[in-house]
C-alpha cells in the first residue's frame, strides 16, 4: 500500500512537471507569436511612415520643381516666368510709339497678331516664331477661347509669348453701334474675355493689355471708355506698322514681296519710333501673313531689333 501510494505521488509530481513543461511552453509559443505580431506592427509603421516621408518628398520635389519652371505662367501676367525677360509695360510701349515720351530706350520690334485663335493658323505662326526664336503677343477674341483650343493658349504661354484682349465678340455693330462706341458693352467684353481666359489659364493669368477691333485710331469719342477700362487696370494700345493683311482687297498685298514693300513703307504714316509694334493677323484667310513671317522676322533682325512681348 505504502509504495503504490509512492508511486501515485511521483506521478503527481511528473504531472505537475509536464503540466507546467507544458505551461511554459504555451507560453513561449504565446510571447513569440506576440513578439511577430509586435514586430509585424512596427515593421507596417516603419513602413507607412516611409512611405509618406518618400510621398511628402516627392511632393515637395514636385511642387520645388514647378516653381522652378521658368515656362510656367507667371503669376498676376500674361505670359511666362521665362518671358519676363523681355517682356515691356504695355503704357510705356504705347506712350513711346504715340510720341508723347521716350520710356523706352532699347530698340525693340513687337510682333502683334489679331483675330485668333485660329485652330489651322494659329499654331503655324508659333511653329515659325519657335524656329526663330523670337516671341509675339496674341490679340484672341473672347468667343474663340474654347476647350477646342485650350492646348494652343497653354502653349502660347509655355513657348514664351504673351496673350492680350481683342473683345469678345469682335462685331463692330454691338462695339461701335452707329460709329459710337458703346462703353458698357466694350467693358463687358473685355472681362468676359477676362473670364474665359482665366477659365482656361487659372486665375493666376491677368492680361491688362486691350486692342479696341478696328483699332483705337480708328474710332471717336473713346475717351471715356479709355477712362473706364482704366479702372479694371486695362490698358489700350494700337501699332505702328502693319503687314497690310486685313486692308481692303484693292490695297491689300497679294504677294510675300508686296506684303514686305507695304510693311516698310507704313512706317511713314506714324511718328518716327526706335520702338515697333506690328500689326498682323492668325485669322482664316491670312496664309499669305504665314508665308511671310520669316521675311518679317529676318527683316528686323538685319535691322538690329530685338523682340520683346507686351505685359
Given amino acids: 500500500m505504502k509504495k503504490s501510494i509512492e508511486i501515485i505521488g511521483k506521478n503527481r509530481k511528473a504531472l505537475n512537471l509536464c503540466l507546467i513543461i507544458a505551461n511554459l511552453v504555451v507560453l513561449a509559443i504565446l510571447g513569440f507569436v506576440l513578439f511577430q505580431r509586435h514586430n509585424t506592427k512596427s515593421e507596417q509603421v516603419a513602413k507607412a511612415e516611409k512611405t509618406e516621408q518618400v510621398a511628402n518628398s516627392t511632393s515637395s520635389s514636385s511642387e520645388k520643381a514647378k516653381e522652378d519652371d521658368e515656362t510656367q505662367l507667371k503669376k498676376g501676367s500674361n505670359h511666362s516666368i521665362a518671358a519676363s525677360d523681355y517682356a515691356y509695360d504695355v503704357t510705356a510701349v504705347n506712350n513711346t510709339i504715340r510720341g508723347q515720351s521716350q520710356d523706352i530706350d532699347d530698340k525693340v520690334v513687337f510682333l502683334t497678331f489679331d483675330d485668333g485663335i485660329d485652330p489651322t493658323l494659329t499654331p503655324q505662326v508659333m511653329s515659325i516664331l519657335k524656329e526663330y526664336g523670337v516671341h509675339a503677343t496674341f490679340f484672341h477674341i473672347g468667343y474663340t477661347i474654347t476647350q477646342e483650343n485650350a492646348d494652343i493658349l497653354k502653349r502660347q504661354i509655355t513657348e514664351g509669348h504673351a496673350i492680350a484682349n481683342h473683345s469678345l465678340s ?14 458698357s458693352q466694350i467693358v463687358s467684353e473685355v472681362n468676359q474675355t477676362m473670364a474665359n481666359f482665366q477659365a482656361i489659364l487659372g486665375k493666376d493669368f491677368k492680361t491688362r493689355i486691350f486692342r479696341y477691333p478696328g483699332g483705337h485710331m480708328s474710332w471717336q469719342g473713346l475717351e471715356s471708355t479709355d477712362q473706364a477700362l482704366a479702372k479694371e487696370g486695362v490698358q489700350w494700345i494700337d501699332w505702328n506698322m502693319l503687314c497690310g493683311d486685313a486692308e481692303p482687297a484693292s490695297v491689300r498685298p497679294t504677294t510675300s514681296e508686296t506684303m514686305m514693300a507695304y510693311l516698310d513703307g507704313s ?3 506714324f511718328p518716327e519710333s526706335h520702338v515697333k509694334v506690328v500689326l498682323m493677323h492668325d485669322t482664316a484667310g491670312k496664309e499669305l501673313t504665314v508665308q511671310t513671317l520669316p521675311q518679317i522676322i529676318e527683316y528686323f533682325k538685319d535691322q538690329g531689333y530685338t523682340f520683346g512681348v507686351l505685359e
Fill in 267 to 269: 512706317q511713314k504714316y
Fill in 170 to 183: 469682335h462685331n463692330f455693330n454691338l462695339l461701335y453701334p452707329g460709329r459710337v462706341p458703346n462703353q
